[in-house]
């Protein structure tokens, strides 16, 4: 089987290639192999893209690299033939850069997205996985989220997601594609691009900074490891029925008030070094996901609990300072600070 992998530079790509080619560590524990015979990471390197985050499988002789972008219809073409799969990480990802410009997210993830559905089509591709988030179904006060629940995207990251999304279910209810869509909570684990909450505030912290929480700290987020969301894509991949949503979540809610006093504890630091900032527009309250459909259809547990995952993952950013700091120092990572 051969797998195009888009966006495999990035943090959830990277990870599911070195699960892929079974690196010591990035094995699935609990997931069939996959044991593909080629992957193909397409991926533009853009600010998030760094091929340091698939140097553990640089030498593998099934890896290849094509740098460029998935909205290159010409170069989209010429690489995909010879795939089985196509699971499809790109894209803008980060919620406060959509606040500040919205057209690289309506570009890579609406056209870039279509683009990548025409060129499967044409070239028959088996399969198309395509990889949603669960802010697509906005914000909910109480209770969870199932897959049949409608979109309400908040944020233009999220209606962008949301927009891909449904072109995705469209391509196979039009044309009868082969397409599975994942909607994964929030990810955290190593190799996670110093802007987003925890890779920030932990890298802020182990370098004697502050760090900055939105509002009261009372937005909750569903956490889930980086390793178990990639271990749901693979189940989902393997085994997903044609046309169907999965939810993909952790099961473990916390505010950002409380997250922030585990990173606090982890890093030995105290609330002074919090700096409590202006709230995010727009700032979806609560994110809730209800995961039976894949335990019950395709067997799946997140195998990682918060309180080891975030041990593990602090400890990789203290032990790991050369493939941070570059990232800092070259300011790619201001956004939010
Ligand atoms: N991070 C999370 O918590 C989370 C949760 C649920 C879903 N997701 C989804 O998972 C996917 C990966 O997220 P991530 O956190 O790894 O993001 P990331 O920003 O770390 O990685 C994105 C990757 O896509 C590449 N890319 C961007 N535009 C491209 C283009 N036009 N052509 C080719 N490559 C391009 C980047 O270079 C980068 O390598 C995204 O689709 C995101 O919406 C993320």
Not at 43 to 50: E, I, V
Not at 137 to 147: C, M, R
Not at 218 to 247: K, T
Request: with cysteine; aromatic share 8%; net charge negative.
């Amino acid at each position: 089987m051969r797998i195009l992998v888009t966006g495999g530079a990035g943090f959830i790509g990277s990870e599911y290639v070195r699960m892929l080619l079974g690196v010591p560590g990035g094995n699935a524990a609990g997931v069939p192999a996959l044991e593909p015979s080629g992957v193909t990471v397409l991926d533009a390197l853009t600010y998030s893209g760094n091929r340091a985050n698939l140097a553990p499988v640089a030498g593998d002789s099934r890896l290849r690299f094509v740098h460029g972008d998935i909205c290159d219809a010409a170069l989209v073409d010429e690489v995909l033939p010879g795939h089985d799969v196509i699971v499809h990480f790109a894209a803008e990802s980060h919620v406060d850069r959509s606040i500040a410009g919205a057209a690289p997210f309506v570009t890579t993830n609406v056209l870039g997205t279509q683009t990548l559905l025409d060129a499967a089509l044409r070239h028959g591709v088996g399969r198309f996985v395509h990889v949603s988030t669960d802010e697509v179904y906005g914000s909910i006060d109480t209770g969870s989220w199932t897959e049949t629940w409608p979109l309400a995207p908040n944020s233009p990251y999220s209606a962008s997601k949301a927009g891909s999304d449904l072109l995705a279910l469209a391509y196979h209810r039009t044309h009868g594609m082969d397409v599975v869509v994942t909607r994964c909570s929030n990810n955290y684990g190593p190799y996670q691009f110093p802007e987003k909450v925890i890779p920030l505030f932990v890298t802020n912290l182990l370098d004697g900074g502050t760090v900055p929480l939105y509002g009261d700290g009372g937005n909750v987020r569903d956490w889930l490891h980086v390793h178990d969301h990639c271990r749901g894509i693979a189940l989902v991949q393997q085994r997903g029925r044609a046309g169907e949503v999965y939810n993909i979540g952790g099961g473990t809610e916390l505010t950002n008030k409380e997250l922030t006093g585990r990173l606090l504890e982890s890093c030995g630091a105290g609330w002074e070094r919090v700096v409590p900032v202006a709230d995010r527009k727009g700032h979806d309250r609560r994110y809730s996901l209800d995961i039976t459909k894949i335990n019950e259809e395709l067997g799946y547990v997140p195998s990682i609990d918060l309180e080891h995952g975030l041990a593990a993952t602090v400890r990789w950013y203290r032990e790991n300072r050369q493939w941070w700091e570059p990232l800092k120092a070259g300011g790619k990572a201001a956004v939010v600070a």
